[in-house]
């Protein structure tokens, strides 16, 4: 869930969402795989993140040890002929095939120039790459540290992956009327239509408050607290009932 929140590239995202949409809509469809789990996730995630060649071994539940490469392939192979035979079910999955074999193909090759505007480590490792050469740094100098977390800000004027998609450096796959629509007028269908309508509520009137993944929060004198733990409740009459209350 959290894994990827540092990602800045859209491109990214919709790879990461949409490898794991497909995955779902696979197994909920019967489709038999072998048992892929890990032995340590969290052990074998970290291990994985500092091998950039994918070669690096993986110890599975079951004793057996893959690549991460390995395991990426037979998820791909899988999916690609599940969707070879039930069809993509949106625009989207075409592109998140091609950009997720090439992603594989770049790491197993080493040469990740076809994916460098696309997925956020290439991104950032050319121009980390093109910044040393040119200032004949080392990976540990404080000004490639500097880069790496600058990369990520999320300030559209510091942000160093903002700069570079205002230069056309990276690809998108929305635009900026399409994100702040997403922004103001969140999905209706999920609680995040509940917490969207409380924050625009708190706003109107000023008020102090808090938002969490679960609680919608008054933080001035009235401490009201509610809790919602259901993604999929969009209608609430707590939140109803508290709305009202605000004035």
């Known amino acids: 869930m959290i894994v990827g929140d540092s990602n800045m590239s859209e491109t990214t995202a919709l790879l990461k969402v949409g490898t794991v949409d497909l995955i779902l809509r696979m197994i909920e469809a019967g489709v038999i795989m072998r048992d892929m789990r890990m032995e340590n996730p969290i052990r074998s995630i970290r291990e994985i993140s500092h091998d950039l060649s994918g070669r690096a071994l993986v110890r599975l539940a079951n004793g057996r040890q893959l690549t991460a490469l390995e395991i990426q392939r037979e998820y791909l192979g899988k999916v690609t002929a599940f969707v070879a035979e039930q069809g993509a079910h949106n625009a989207h999955v075409p592109l998140i095939l091609d950009l997720w074999e090439r992603t594989l193909d770049a790491i197993e090759s080493g040469d990740t120039s076809k994916i460098d505007t696309e997925v956020d480590w290439a ?16 990976l540990d100098a404080p000004r490639i540290a500097q880069l790496d977390l600058t990369y990520h800000d999320i300030s559209r004027t510091r942000g160093l992956y903002y700069l570079l998609q205002s230069r056309g450096a990276v690809r998108r796959v929305v635009d900026d009327t399409a994100v702040k629509d997403a922004v103001d007028a969140p999905p209706q269908t999920t609680r995040a239509k509940l917490r969207g309508d409380f924050v625009r509520r708190a706003q109107e009137l000023g008020r102090d408050y808090t938002v969490d993944w679960v609680h919608l929060k008054l933080n001035d004198r009235a401490h009201q607290t509610l809790l919602c733990k259901d993604p999929f409740r969009s209608v609430d009459e707590r939140v109803e009932a508290l709305l009202n209350s605000m004035g």
């Open 123 to 138: 991104i950032k490792k050319k121009l980390m790459d093109n910044y040393r050469a040119r200032h004949n740094l080392g």
